[in-house]
């Protein structure tokens, strides 16, 4: 059953809203026990049921996005450190975010704290807005007293992680625009220029050079195929995607992408410096080693990084240390490990776990900054071989003819 009701804090300020529960004696021993004392408890009709649930998305409404969740953090954080309830604060937070389905989120937290339920378990029900790493930090903070400082480095992680793709983003633009204008280039030039040569020659009747041949023929099956090419590249795409998507597949891939020149390096050193990240926040806020292994094996966006955690974590609940662990997985450098030797034997394996993402973060940094000139001089012996192999095949029967023609 569903009630309605009105009550005071223990502050004396006014508190109205819904609440389930079997029947009235128990939604007013649900309030008293979450600090509310009802002043009027009334059951809900169907009618008023429907009209308290918050209004449905919108076809085109954007969904929850990470800046939604990174916000709602440092706002919770500043509130709750002012003295403000935990429900005022997520009334005021509905009242200010401008995301209507965040919003909607925020007012189902409300609604579940009313019901007597805690707030990791009503964030659990909202995979899309909050990680498990973001619950499980969440149920510590609960459990220890210290919600508002949680918040607040939910805040600085999720801060890290943004810059850390925005960077990558940023450096990865420039190297992507040039290689869809060489591919669009190549695209053109094969079905407008090449037959408006190939026509022009076939008159001549001369014997045409191998590289003429070659791209004249390519040209050809592009304009004959060029639909079928382009079904089978997208069909090939989508089956990729479908591997990828597979545990197996993403194992393989994600393992790959650590291979890649240039952006490999930068992909490893951004997770570990996360797995770091992640695991000295954990250990900072009272989780014992074994399981904040598991929390980041959960949040590691890379399943092979993932494979070496969960086998770290195996490793330490059968006694071994964690420098044992850490070089069995063999992903640190012998510095990194030196680190973890340290910590482990001064006790303060969350600082130095810190110092290693600062570390990782560092050349992260760097690699993105000296990611640009790295692929530059690749684009720029890409676009010569291109020109190069136009000029062979589309001038050089040219200059041959107009050597005989001179003769």
């Not at 109205?16 to 128990?26: C, K, R, T, V």
């Not at 925005?166 to 079905?191: G, H, Q, S």
């Not at 089978?232 to 597949?249: C, D, H, K, N, Q």
Request: aromatic fraction near 8%; charge should be positive; proline fraction near 4%.
């Amino acid at each position: 059953m569903r009630f309605a009701y009105t009550g005071r804090t223990r502050g004396g300020d006014k508190t109205q809203g819904f609440l389930e529960a079997d029947n009235a004696a128990a939604c007013a021993g649900s309030l008293l026990k979450n600090g509310i004392s009802p002043v009027t408890i009334q059951e809900t009709g169907q009618a008023e049921r429907r009209g308290a649930k918050p209004k449905g998305p919108g076809l085109f409404e954007p969904g929850v996005q990470a800046i939604d969740v990174q916000l709602f953090s440092r706002q919770l954080y500043t509130l709750m450190r002012s003295g403000v309830p935990i429900l005022r604060s997520l009334t005021g937070l509905i009242e200010s975010t401008t995301n209507a389905a965040f919003a909607r989120v925020i007012a189902s937290l409300k609604e579940s704290l009313e019901a007597g339920r805690d707030l990791s378990t009503a964030m659990r029900q909202h995979p899309e807005a909050f990680s498990p790493f973001y619950v499980a930090m969440v149920r510590v903070g609960e459990a220890t007293g210290r919600l508002d400082e949680i918040f607040l480095r939910m805040f600085e992680h999720l801060e890290f992680e943004r810059e850390t793709r925005a960077r990558i983003k940023e450096a990865l633009r420039y190297p992507t625009f040039v290689l869809i204008a060489m591919v669009v280039a190549v695209a053109v030039i094969n079905v407008f220029v090449i037959p408006a040569f190939a026509k022009v020659y076939a008159g001549l009747g001369a014997e045409l050079p191998l590289m003429t041949r070659i791209l004249i023929e390519t040209s050809r099956l592009t304009i004959a195929y060029g639909w079928l090419m382009l079904a089978g590249v997208v069909l090939a795409g989508i089956g990729f995607r479908m591997w990828r998507a597979s545990p197996g597949g993403r194992l393989v891939w994600d393992r790959f992408k650590l291979r890649i020149p240039l952006t490999g390096s930068i992909v490893l050193r951004s997770t570990l410096a996360r797995f770091a990240r992640t695991l000295a926040l954990s250990l900072k806020s009272g989780i014992p080693a074994a399981q904040a292994l598991s929390v980041v094996a959960e949040v590691t966006d890379n399943a092979w990084i993932a494979s070496r955690v969960e086998q770290m974590r195996n490793g330490i609940e059968r006694g071994e240390s964690i420098l044992r662990t850490a070089q069995n997985a063999a992903v640190f450098n012998p510095v990194v490990l030196q680190m973890i030797a340290v910590g482990e034997e001064t006790g303060s394996i969350d600082e130095l776990m810190q110092e290693v993402a600062g570390m990782y973060e560092r050349e992260v940094d760097y690699e993105i900054k000296t990611l640009a000139a790295r692929v530059e001089p690749l684009i720029i012996v890409a676009m010569g071989g291109i020109v190069l192999v136009l000029a062979l095949g589309v001038f050089l029967p040219m200059w041959d003819l107009a050597s005989v023609a001179i003769k």
